[in-house]
């Protein structure tokens, strides 16, 4: 066994299982997909360490792969059937997306950065995933192909997010990290035709992603 399967494998147990992580599917995948190729070259020793991992190499706006207990509790919430087509916000290098891409039935990914959309595409594609990547903003979404089964928030938003909300078919489900209030909490948004129904699933912190920072109050 390589030193990053043994360090995959001890990801799992330790920090995936220990969250009441029971979807094997999501177990499997995680084991299967490389997350130190969505790392910079330099950072991959980090690839596996229990931390929101900085991958964007410099650029101003900075995106990370998220925890994967947080990943992997929010999948399982999401209940992502193998015939679902699902969409990714603010998937940076793409490891979310690559998770997903190995028990849903299609999978697109947004990127607002066009550096990490381009090297997410790469490494997807090395992967001989079929993830669709595009750079757009968070809040847009990707309207031109919705309606989606499943968003998922790789990140957190300070803001209502209702352009994605209306995204989601009838009976979608959406999961992210809310951070509207104090304690952030990933939760999931359920749409019943215009309605929207939120339920809190535990308290979670995760880095913003861009575009869904919440507006700088006006003071006189």
Do not use: W
């Not at 300070?158 to 078919?169: A, C, V």
């Amino acid at each position: 066994m390589s030193a990053f399967s043994a360090a995959r494998q001890k990801m799992v147990d330790c920090q995936v299982r220990p969250s009441d992580v029971t979807d094997i599917r999501i177990i499997d995948a995680m084991l299967e997909v490389p997350r130190e190729a969505f790392v910079p070259q330099n950072q991959r020793a980090l690839a596996y360490m229990d931390l929101d991992l900085d991958v964007s190499g410099g650029e101003q706006a900075k995106r990370f792969l998220l925890k994967t207990a947080v990943t992997a509790r929010m999948l399982q919430a999401a209940d992502i059937k193998g015939a679902d087509k699902v969409l990714v916000v603010g998937c940076a290098t793409g490891y979310v997306a690559a998770v997903v891409a190995k028990f849903a039935g299609q999978v697109t990914a947004t990127e607002s950065d066009p550096a990490l959309a381009s090297k997410a595409k790469a490494v997807l594609a090395e992967l001989g995933l079929g993830v669709t990547v595009q750079v757009a903003a968070a809040a847009a979404g990707d309207m031109a192909n919705a309606p989606y089964d499943v968003i998922v928030l790789n990140g957190a938003t300070e803001i209502i997010p209702d352009g994605l909300f209306r995204q989601l078919k009838e009976g979608g489900r959406l999961v992210g990290v809310f951070a509207i209030t104090q304690p952030p909490r990933a939760a999931i948004v359920t749409r019943s035709h215009d309605d929207f129904g939120h339920r809190p699933l535990f308290d979670a912190s995760a880095p913003i992603l861009p575009g869904l920072e919440r507006l700088p109050a006006f003071v006189f």
